[in-house]
């Protein structure tokens, strides 16, 4: 009986490491298939350009493949919504912009940052103002000048209600220049729009244009930022035509955003942001950003509490801002948004 009990001791010991570096391996695991990143606008527009060169260099680093998939519409709630519908295995992820923050106020949805874990903040993607090669603007100063003596004459493009566009359009009737805002469904649009002469102006993102700039289709005017562009020195900032645009000029309009439901488990969490952490400090994605012009976010905010209370006050200035010019469904105080 001895024997026995020895023998089985034995074989048991002799199978711990075994069970132990299968725990090892179950918890490690992730990820050992392709990966979704929805981003909730069409393909071509400002986040879609950011996200897919983020996507290369993340399945680089996990191993796997991470393939882009748009989900267009509503303002990307239509696209945020998907990743929270989908299973939370971590196999499904978001890369938006900043529209998250606005869709409770416009009545789009729901949705808020507070529904996902941050994995990082990663861009600012600058707006600049352009128009067409032929269009009789030269000089931002010109476009200003028109829409203050034509009011409601000037057409602008822009990606629909509480976007950054539409906020930009907001900023100039607070400046004293009302333009006449159209509603398309993507930065592409938008562009495409002035190009074909469907619209005088758009208030753009510099990596969505930049290959037009420097074509010569598209004509830089200004910068809606209060940061010289590094690749454009020359274009003037608004707050330079304009001393009275400074306090609006003060804040990051497009923020670009890898989250996660926030149903997934810390572990791939974790993962995630280990990844990107490496995808950020690579040589590749620097260059990227330099050759962009792109404001690195994750640099501004490198912890999540650092993140949280940057979306926090994004959310009170932008919600507020739109309420006051009565285009919200609904006040940010309903959804205790605190005003700045």
């Known amino acids: 009986m001895k024997r026995i009990i020895v023998l089985a001791l034995t074989a048991l010991i ?24 929805i981003v909730p606008y069409p393909a071509g527009g400002t986040t879609d350009v950011s996200g897919r060169k983020f996507a290369a260099l993340l399945s680089k680093e ?8 748009n989900q267009a ?39 808020s940052y507070a529904d996902y874990k941050i994995i990082s903040p990663i861009v600012n993607d600058p707006k600049v103002i352009v128009v067409a090669k032929n269009s009789k603007y030269n000089t931002l100063a010109d476009l200003l000048a028109d829409m203050k003596a034509n009011p409601g004459k000037i057409k602008m493009s822009y990606t629909g ?9 907001l900023i100039m009737e607070k400046l004293g220049y009302v333009p006449a805002m159209t509603a398309y469904k993507g930065g592409s649009d938008c562009y495409l729009a002035v190009l074909s002469g469907e619209v005088d102006f758009t208030n753009s993102n510099i990596s969505t244009v930049k290959a037009l700039i420097e074509s010569g289709d598209l004509r830089l005017l200004g910068v809606s930022s209060n940061v010289k562009l590094s690749i454009y020195p020359d274009a003037p900032l608004f707050e330079e035509v304009d001393p009275n645009a400074e306090p609006y000029m003060k804040n990051a309009f497009t923020p670009l955003n890898f989250l996660v439901s926030n149903k997934i488990s810390d572990d791939v969490v974790e993962v995630l942001r280990n990844a990107t952490k490496k ?8 260059t990227f950003i330099a050759e962009n012009a792109l404001e690195e976010l994750y640099v501004q905010y490198p912890t999540v509490a650092d993140a949280e209370a940057f979306y926090k006050s994004w959310e009170s200035m932008i919600s507020w801002m739109l309420y006051d010019a009565g285009v919200t469904k609904h006040s940010p105080s309903d959804f205790g948004i605190e005003k700045p």
Do not use: N
Request: with cysteine; aromatic share 6%.
């Open 14 to 37: 002799l199978l711990m490491p075994i069970f132990a570096q299968g725990q090892t391996e179950t918890t490690s695991s992730y990820p050992e298939k392709g990966i979704t990143m």
């Open 62 to 69: 996990l191993g796997v493949s991470v393939t882009v998939v």
């Open 73 to 111: 519409g509503a303002s990307g709630s239509i696209g945020c919504q998907a990743a929270l519908d989908a299973v939370p295995d971590g196999y499904t992820v978001l890369f938006t912009a900043e529209s998250l923050g606005t869709q409770r106020v416009m009545g789009l949805s729901d949705l």
């Open 161 to 169: 209600p509480g976007g950054s566009g539409h906020v930009q359009g």
């Open 279 to 286: 995808v950020v400090e690579s040589q590749e994605w620097k």
